[in-house]
Each structure stands twice: as structure tokens, then as C-alpha cells.
């Protein structure tokens, strides 16, 4: 029995080279036969590569480095990593704060704009037209959240200020943007007022797109309300507009920065709404302190891809 074992492993060796290069022989083959997709796609995957792929490989690399702009970069391990974690206090608060924007934020937009765009597609096509334009304005609009400036102003002229004194709730002016118990909250409810954009805009197209056979058939197998149709009929439809929406709520929310600093200053005072990426521009711009400010990159990108990943575990389970 040895014997024919041994006699036979040879030629099961000898097959797996002729297996692997059919297997290559058949990708090349398919590869010359779709040569004109890869050519329409070429374009995008060059500047994709060049802008995006690179710059985050160099950048992980340069974590590893102490690097001013000036100097040659000079080898340090994880001396970066081990000062981020160990010895930045600033960073932990940063840290902090933008989980609490992810937690919050993240889910709540994620929700408000699926219900949004799920009630407005009910509407006649007017008024779903109207409705959306309402609701996806704020995202294009650019700077438009300066105007909670003037809301969380901290004189008397501040609309909330105003309108808290004129029905006798305060009696003075409060520093709504000045005061670390307020400031947090306020950027957390200004970025999600601006969150319901592109996700909101993704979601609608996908509830478009959902066969009416689907319905009919699921009413035929047993589904008896719209929320057993909206589970089992018409999330699982869309699971690519979800996938999208997840992924662009997710990085808003882990990358919030012009907000905070717009409202809050920069820093904000005691560094109450310092997030992970004004820690990034503080020693990436500012400091000129590039392989810090690689590895704060680098723990950002981790946690976005992380969360990336449990997230789609989590919508393959949709309909199930």
C-alpha cells in the first residue's frame, strides 16, 4: 500500500502544473475576450492606482518613519504608533469623539435616510421629485451649514439665543460654540442633518428599481404586511444601494472635519470636538510632522475598513 502511494505521488504532482496553467490559460483567455472592458476601464484604474492605491501604501510605509518635510526620513518602527497610543493625550479625546460621531451618526442617518426615502417613494412622481430635491439639497449646496452659525451664535442676535430669552428660559446669552458641554453635540447634530444626502439619493433609485412581480409573488408565498415586504421582499432587492449607502454614512462619519472646525474653531475649546481627522490636518499640515501623521492615517484606515467589513456581514443577513 506504501508502495502504490508513493508511486502515485508523482503523477499527482505532475497533474498540478498542467491544472494551474490551464486555469491561467482560461483567465488570459477571458481576459483577450473582454480586452475591450478592461480598455473603457483603464482610464478610471490608472488615476484610481496613481491617487488612491499608491498613496495609501506610501503612506503606510511613511508611518514607520520620522519624516519633516526637510529631513531625509529617518527608520523608527513603531515609535510613531507607540507615542500615538501611549503618549498623545490630545489623540485619545480625538479618538473618543469620533467614535461617538460614528455611533451616533453612522446608524441614525444610515436609518432616517432609508425611512426618508422609503415613505417618499409612496408619493405621486411630483412630489417625490420635489421631496428629494428637499432632502439631497443640503449635500450640494456646499458651505451651507455656516447658517448654524447664526442659529448657536453667542450673542443675543443668535436665533436660539433669542428665542430662549424671548420665552424666559434664559436670562443671559449662553457661548453655545464656546462651551465644551454643548459644542459636541451641536457639531453631531449638524452632521447629521447634512448626512441625508447621498445615501438618501441611492436608496431612492433602489426602491425604483424593485420588480412589482416580486409583491405579487411574496403575496402568493405568505407575506402579509409592509413590513414583512420591506424584509423579506424589498431590502434584499436592493442590496447594492444599501451596501452604497453603508459605505459613504460610514466614511462621513469617521471623517468629519470642516464641521468641527467651522462651528467649533480649530482647535475647539479643550479640544471638545477634536476628531481623529483634525488630528490628522494638526500634524499633517500644520506640524509637518508627515509619518505621525501617516500612522494617524493609518489607524483611520483601519477602523473605515473594519467597519466596512462587519457592516457587510451584517446587510448579507438582510431578509434571512
Given at each position: 500500500?506504501?508502495?502504490?502511494?508513493?508511486?502515485?505521488?508523482?503523477?499527482?504532482?505532475?497533474?498540478?502544473?498542467?491544472?494551474?496553467?490551464?486555469?491561467?490559460?482560461?483567465?488570459?483567455?477571458?481576459?483577450?475576450?473582454?480586452?475591450?472592458?478592461?480598455?473603457?476601464?483603464?482610464?478610471?484604474?490608472?488615476?484610481f492606482?496613481?491617487?488612491?492605491?499608491?498613496?495609501?501604501?506610501?503612506?503606510?510605509?511613511?508611518?514607520?518613519?520620522y519624516?519633516?518635510?526637510?529631513?531625509?526620513?529617518?527608520?523608527?518602527?513603531?515609535?510613531?504608533?507607540?507615542?500615538?497610543?501611549?503618549?498623545?493625550?490630545?489623540?485619545?479625546?480625538?479618538?473618543?469623539?469620533?467614535?461617538?460621531?460614528?455611533?451616533?451618526?453612522?446608524?441614525?442617518?444610515?436609518?432616517?435616510?432609508?425611512?426618508?426615502?422609503?415613505?417618499i417613494?409612496?408619493?405621486?412622481?411630483?412630489?417625490?421629485?420635489?421631496?428629494?430635491?428637499?432632502?439631497?439639497?443640503?449635500?450640494?449646496?456646499?458651505?451651507?451649514?455656516?447658517?448654524?452659525?447664526?442659529?448657536?451664535?453667542?450673542?443675543?442676535?443668535?436665533?436660539?439665543?433669542?428665542?430662549?430669552?424671548?420665552?424666559?428660559?434664559?436670562?443671559?446669552?449662553?457661548?453655545?460654540?464656546?462651551?465644551?458641554k454643548?459644542?459636541?453635540?451641536?457639531?453631531?447634530?449638524?452632521?447629521?442633518?447634512?448626512?441625508?444626502?447621498?445615501?438618501f439619493?441611492a436608496?431612492?433609485?433602489?426602491?425604483?428599481?424593485?420588480?412589482?412581480?416580486?409583491?405579487?409573488?411574496?403575496?402568493?408565498?405568505?407575506?402579509?404586511?409592509?413590513?414583512?415586504?420591506?424584509?423579506?421582499?424589498?431590502?434584499?432587492?436592493?442590496?447594492?444601494?444599501?451596501m452604497?449607502?453603508?459605505?459613504?454614512q460610514?466614511?462621513?462619519?469617521?471623517?468629519v472635519?470642516?464641521v468641527?472646525?467651522?462651528?467649533?474653531?480649530?482647535?475647539?475649546?479643550?479640544?471638545?470636538?477634536?476628531?481623529?481627522?483634525?488630528?490628522?490636518?494638526?500634524?499633517?499640515?500644520?506640524?509637518?510632522?508627515?509619518g505621525?501623521?501617516?500612522?494617524i492615517?493609518?489607524?483611520?484606515?483601519?477602523?473605515?475598513?473594519?467597519?466596512?467589513?462587519?457592516?457587510q456581514?451584517?446587510?448579507?443577513?438582510?431578509?434571512?
Amino acid at each position: 500500500m506504501v508502495h502504490i502511494q508513493n508511486a502515485t505521488e508523482p503523477a499527482l504532482h505532475g497533474l498540478a502544473s498542467p491544472v494551474k496553467k490551464s486555469r491561467l490559460a482560461l483567465l488570459w483567455k477571458e481576459m483577450k475576450k473582454s480586452k475591450h472592458y478592461y480598455l473603457m476601464m483603464s482610464p478610471y484604474m490608472i488615476i484610481f492606482f496613481l491617487f488612491t492605491v499608491i498613496p495609501v501604501v506610501v503612506s503606510l510605509g511613511l508611518s514607520f518613519f520620522y519624516f519633516n518635510m526637510l529631513e531625509t526620513p529617518r527608520f523608527v518602527g513603531w515609535e510613531n504608533y507607540s507615542r500615538l497610543f501611549l503618549g498623545d493625550d490630545v489623540f485619545m479625546i480625538a479618538l473618543k469623539n469620533t467614535f461617538l460621531f460614528a455611533v451616533i451618526t453612522g446608524p441614525l442617518s444610515y436609518i432616517a435616510c432609508f425611512l426618508f426615502a422609503w415613505l417618499i417613494n409612496e408619493l405621486s412622481p411630483f412630489v417625490r421629485a420635489l421631496m428629494t430635491l428637499v432632502f439631497y439639497a443640503p449635500s450640494i449646496s456646499g458651505n451651507v451649514f455656516f447658517i448654524w452659525l447664526i442659529v448657536f451664535s453667542g450673542d443675543s442676535y443668535g436665533y436660539l439665543n433669542g428665542f430662549l430669552m424671548k420665552i424666559g428660559v434664559l436670562l443671559e446669552p449662553v457661548q453655545w460654540l464656546q462651551n465644551e458641554k454643548y459644542v459636541l453635540a451641536i457639531v453631531i447634530i449638524v452632521q447629521l442633518w447634512l448626512s441625508l444626502g447621498t445615501s438618501f439619493l441611492a436608496f431612492i433609485a433602489g426602491l425604483q428599481t424593485v420588480d412589482p412581480s416580486l409583491f405579487e409573488a411574496a403575496a402568493m408565498d405568505g407575506i402579509k404586511n409592509r413590513w414583512q415586504e420591506l424584509w423579506f421582499v424589498t431590502l434584499p432587492s436592493m442590496r447594492p444601494q444599501l451596501m452604497f449607502g453603508a459605505v459613504m454614512q460610514i466614511t462621513a462619519s469617521f471623517a468629519v472635519a470642516d464641521v468641527s472646525i467651522a462651528l467649533a474653531g480649530f482647535p475647539s475649546v479643550n479640544y471638545a470636538a477634536h476628531t481623529v481627522v483634525t488630528h490628522l490636518m494638526d500634524y499633517g499640515t500644520l506640524r509637518f510632522e508627515m509619518g505621525y501623521a501617516s500612522a494617524i492615517a493609518t489607524i483611520l484606515f483601519g477602523i473605515m475598513l473594519g467597519t466596512n467589513m462587519l457592516t457587510q456581514k451584517l446587510l448579507r443577513k438582510v431578509g434571512e
